[in-house]
Each structure stands twice: as structure tokens, then as C-alpha cells.
């Protein structure tokens, strides 16, 4: 039912947002150039992985031995607002669509963290990654990893469709009044290390 209700909101959202996806195309192909699209591997469904799309936000910009400048001085200020209102996200309908994701699930992480996971963090991996979740609607970026992958395990032991109707709500809420885009110290979420202790039994 899940997968059925995944497609068929993707599909008609792909059609009807298509207007606000070639807008933003030209847009940052005018502040950017080409490509359009950031292209990363992320960890799917049982640590599987997929190709996750999103729209450029940063530049290219490096230093003069060739390494890339920080998030936030790569960052453009187009960027900044997509971020702020999630419309770098909307190509991600098309993982949707394909089935890579589901609306509603753990945000999909980057493969090289999978080995860090403790034994409760890797059940986040139980389920289909999502454009939304639990943790996305209870602080996104200002709060740390160990928070959010609580929240993950949580909604995997918890998901009902209910729940998830609830989470789909507090995103439409959060994209009008977004909080938490970046982690307090940085323009972007940090990368994960690995948690410093094992959950208690």
C-alpha cells in the first residue's frame, strides 16, 4: 500500500511541479552552469545503494592547491533559499518514484557511514530511506547525529500510517516556517564519525 501511495502522489507531483522544476533549472543554470543536478550515492533500503538526486546548491570553487572551499563559501545565496524551503529536494520525487525512497522514512545517509552504525543505529536501515521523517520534523540540522538517529529507530519501531500522515503535516509546516536548516556550528550538518558509546541495554 505504501509503495502504491509512493508512486501515485510522486507521479502526479512530477506532473504538477514540472512549471517550478524548469524554473529552477534555468535559474541555477544561469548562476551556475552545468550540471543542474547534484548526483550522490547514498545507502537505501538494507544499505543498498542508490544514485539520490537534488539540485545544485554550492559551487566548484576550490583553493589554490585544488581542495573545495567550505559549505558555507561554496554556498550561493539562490542555494541558501532552496535550502531554506527544501527546493533542492524536489528531484528526490523522482527516487520516489523509482522506488529508491518513500515520502515518509529516515533521511538515506552517505554509504561510507553504514560501518559507524552501532547495533540500535542500523535499524534505520530496516526500512526505505524518505524525503521526509521523524527526525527531519524534530530539529533536522540543529540537532546532532546521536539525536537523530534516535528519532530514525524510533519511527521505525513506531511507523503506523497515521504517524506518518502526521510527520507529512509538520513537513508541509516546516517548509512555510523552516527552522533547523543547518547545524548550529556550521553551514551544513557535519559529517557523522561514529557515535562515542554504545546505546544501554
Request: charged share 20%; hydrophobic share 45%; with cysteine.
Amino acid at each position: 500500500m505504501k509503495r502504491l501511495i509512493d508512486f501515485s502522489f510522486s507521479s502526479i507531483l512530477l506532473v504538477v511541479l514540472l512549471p517550478l522544476f524548469a524554473l529552477l533549472s534555468l535559474l541555477l543554470y544561469c548562476c551556475l552552469g552545468s550540471p543542474i543536478l547534484f548526483k550522490q550515492t547514498r545507502s537505501g533500503l538494507h544499505g543498498h545503494p542508490f544514485v539520490i538526486y537534488k539540485f545544485r546548491t554550492m559551487t566548484n570553487a576550490v583553493t589554490l592547491e585544488g581542495k573545495p572551499l567550505s559549505d558555507k563559501e561554496r554556498l550561493t545565496r539562490l542555494g541558501i533559499f532552496m535550502r531554506k524551503y527544501s527546493l533542492d529536494e524536489i528531484p528526490q520525487l523522482i527516487n520516489v518514484w523509482k522506488g529508491d525512497m518513500s515520502f515518509i522514512g529516515p533521511r538515506p545517509l552517505l554509504m561510507e557511514y553504514i560501518p559507524l552504525y552501532n547495533q540500535k543505529q542500523v535499524k534505520r536501515l530496516f526500512i526505505k530511506p524518505g524525503l521526509t521523517g521523524w527526525a527531519q520534523v524534530n530539529g533536522r540540522n540543529a540537532i546532532s547525529w546521536e539525536e537523530k538517529f534516535e528519532l530514525d529507530v524510533w519511527y521505525v519501531e513506531n511507523r503506523t500510517f497515521q504517524l506518518d500522515v502526521k510527520i507529512l503535516c509538520m513537513t508541509i509546516l516546516r517548509v512555510f516556517q523552516p527552522v533547523g536548516i543547518s547545524h548550529p556550528a556550521s553551514a551544513t550538518m557535519k559529517r557523522f564519525t561514529g557515535s562515542k558509546k554504545e546505546p544501554s541495554a
